[in-house]
């Protein structure tokens, strides 16, 4: 079973905790993982094969943005545009449902990911901070992401 690299962008420290949450769950059904609080962008782009997964947990910042522990990686992202064809991920997005920009770093981030290549394992999960229970939702998620490894 391969080693799933859990990026995290977060400001206000409520995605980082969600993000450890999913670890642990991860680690409890026997799978290894690593974590990113800051991505590093040549970090996990050197360390890419045929077995990589990243899980990722963007919060929305301000209007839209990428919350600070992640604004460099997407950056490089974004300009570079890697070929990430060995690369299967699943992302949550993070945000409040008063904003406008609901969900729109962890929107965008999934579309980054598609357009460089990657293979998408399950629908990204939208967690809406003012409603949801986060922590129940993304466990139940989870288990989604289990049958598809």
């Known amino acids: ?26 680690q409890n059904a026997g799978i290894q993982t690593r974590m990113h609080y800051e991505p590093d962008y040549s970090e996990l782009i050197g360390a890419l094969d045929a077995e990589s997964i990243w899980l990722s947990c963007i919060a929305s910042h301000g209007a839209g943005e990428y919350a600070d522990s992640m604004l460099d990686f997407a950056a490089d992202l974004h300009r570079k545009l890697p070929s990430l064809v060995d690369l299967r991920y699943a992302v949550i997005a993070v945000g409040d449902s008063c904003y406008d920009t609901y969900c729109a770093a962890g929107r965008d981030f999934d579309q980054l990911l598609e357009k460089c ?24 998620w989870l288990g989604s992401i289990l049958t598809h490894l």
């Open 1 to 26: 079973m391969p080693t799933i690299d859990i990026l995290v962008a977060t400001t206000s420290g409520n995605t980082e905790y969600l993000a450890d949450q999913l670890s642990e769950q991860l």
């Open 117 to 140: 290549g990657a293979k998408r394992l399950i629908p990204t999960l939208e967690i809406d901070m003012s409603q949801d229970d986060p922590e129940k939702k993304a466990s139940t």
